[in-house]
């Protein structure tokens, strides 16, 4: 079974100039991104993932940062690195990485479903048989192929994100759609 770091839950957390440009109501919170805790090692196969096969823009190669603890588990010498991947549709997932580190709790993921407690990240496609031939040629991890929904009403697909997450991925079929 897979390792993987500290906490499987998708968190929010604050980054400089990524949150400026979404307003809130008076007493509200409002939804920015997705942020995933990972290891620095899990960035090359996620920007196989996030950039080519699901087709997201890369912010680019993240600077190491340091000084800062946190109460998700790093202290201050703890070197970090953060860095976004934005869809066409405008929804972002950003990877928060931390140097392996042995200190660092790590949690064993399923490798089938999702974790109790766990999140599903879950995206729209067009041409969603498209984005399914470019996972199977990447090696992306496949736990639902191409096919109909339980619904019936989509096509959907289940991957898993190098980092663990589930990922579900679905295109409504358009005649049904319109019902």
Partial sequence: MRRFIAVFAVLLLPAPAAADGY?????????????????????????TFWRDVMGFTYAGDPRPTTG?????????????????????????????????????????????????????????????EDLYNRAVANDVTILKPYGPS???????????????????IYEMIPQLAED
């Fill in 68 to 128: 800062s603890s946190s109460p998700i588990g790093w202290d201050e010498e703890a070197v970090r690195y953060f860095t976004a991947f934005s869809s066409k549709g405008g929804s972002t997932v950003a990877l928060l990485m931390i140097e392996d580190d042995p200190d660092f709790p790590a949690v064993t993921l399923p490798e089938s479903g999702a974790a109790i407690g766990g999140s599903v990240l879950v995206h729209t496609a067009k041409n969603l």
């Fill in 150 to 168: 339980v619904t019936g009403r989509s096509m959907q697909i289940y991957l898993r994100a190098p980092t663990g997450q589930l990922v579900e």
């Fill in 23 to 47: 307003e809130t109501e008076p007493g509200y919170a409002s939804f920015a991104r997705t942020t995933i805790l990972a290891r620095y090692a899990d960035l090359e196969p996620s920007i």
